[in-house]
């Protein structure tokens, strides 16, 4: 029943809307949708607005109308650095409890899912979650007992609808992810610990985009791990003077990575997964960094009957508030190993104030 207000934060050069911007509040961490659009609280006044490849702005938060300036237009104009990313990576695991908070904590926000099958959406995917995590970190000695330091409890579910596929479609449903799926991807620490082993005797080349009172915003490519197939492409923001990395966005290349299925008439294919893409960002509150917002995008193709079907799932993990937790968890949690679908218990949809993007809304209303 809270009164709120809608932003609208765009680029100050282009005017182009600009998707998963932070505004973080006193209390409250909120993010803009696909069109660059956010619902906030109407009492709400001062406000951060900042994005990874732009300068940070404060605001009273009267105006509706925000705009950002980037601060770098041009990779390829930037020069090679010898910036030692692994470096940067092993001194920020080996003191990742300074940095990062890392007791137990209970998160208020929503997981969106979509997929979509040959560039058009099939699936969307709205919920409220409290997420519940007892060090912040993956924990490597529980990797095969998720459960004991990441839960998932269900609250709501605001948006639900799925393409439904007749007798003659050779998919017999969307692809997506499941929750036993991404636990590890909601927690930086585990990646940056794939990245260092994936590249260990291979280099990983840099270029300083950016830099202003300590803040570096840092491209990076590394070769190519030819026995696994990958390579790692991203950029990030690194405050030299916390030596935190502040959002990591990373594209992973795989070359060999694919799942064996067998569809409804017992025919066997192959799903290849050729890019995945992952976002962690965080905000500083009491000299530490809390986790905000985690994306995930998985892009590749089927092959049915000699058709290629392209497919890609995107994930995104909006944390909007914290409260210390417990070290027990939750009461009432997801089974990590089902899909989120089958973990509502009626199938039941109770639509509240959520900005849908008009792609999103379009979906939601077609017959």
């Known amino acids: 029943s809270q009164s709120t207000k809608t932003l609208i934060i765009s680029d100050a050069e282009d005017s182009k809307p600009i998707p998963n911007a932070k505004i973080v509040t006193e209390n409250s961490v909120f993010y803009t949708n696909d ?57 920020l695991l080996a003191d990742y409890k300074n940095i990062y908070y890392t007791k137990p904590s209970l998160y208020t926000g929503s997981i969106k899912q979509k997929s979509f099958i040959d560039g058009s959406l099939s699936h969307l995917l709205v919920v409220d979650v409290n997420i519940w995590s007892k060090f912040n970190f993956f924990d490597m000695n529980e990797i095969n007992n998720p459960n004991s330091f990441f839960q998932i409890g269900l609250n709501n579910v605001k948006y639900y609808k799925s393409k439904k596929f007749d007798h003659n479609s050779k998919l017999e449903s969307v692809p997506n992810l499941q929750p036993k799926d991404f636990v590890g991807t909601f927690f930086m620490n585990y990646h940056i610990v794939g ?76 799903d290849y997964t050729t890019n995945a893409e992952l976002f962690f960002d965080f905000y500083k509150r009491n000299n530490k960094y809390y986790p905000s917002l985690i994306t995930v995008k998985g892009i590749g193709y089927s092959i049915r009957d000699e058709k290629k079907i392209s497919f890609s799932v995107d994930q995104e993990m909006k944390l909007e508030k914290y409260t210390e937790g417990n070290k027990r968890g939750l009461k009432n949690k997801i089974d990590l190993s089902k899909s989120f679908v089958d973990n509502i218990p009626d199938k039941s949809v109770n639509e509240t104030k959520t900005l849908l993007s008009k792609e999103e809304q379009s979906f939601i209303d077609a017959k």
Do not use: C, W
């Open 35 to 91: 069109d660059g659009k956010v619902l906030i609280p109407d009492d709400i006044k001062d406000i951060e607005v900042s994005a990874p490849s732009y300068e940070i702005k404060k605001t009273d938060g009267k105006s509706l109308n925000i705009s950002l300036q980037p601060i770098f237009k041009d990779i390829d104009e930037v020069l090679i650095t010898n910036i030692d990313l692994k470096k940067i990576f092993q001194t």
């Open 195 to 270: 990245i260092l082993n994936s590249m260990k005797d291979l280099k990983i080349r840099t270029k300083l985009l950016y830099e202003n009172s300590g803040i570096q915003k840092i491209y990076f490519e590394s070769e190519e791990n030819t026995t696994l197939g990958v390579k790692f492409e991203g950029i990030l923001t690194f405050n030299k003077n916390d030596n935190a990395i502040v959002n990591l966005k990373t594209n992973v290349e795989q070359k060999k990575y694919f799942s064996e299925k067998t569809d409804k008439n017992g025919v066997k294919h192959k």
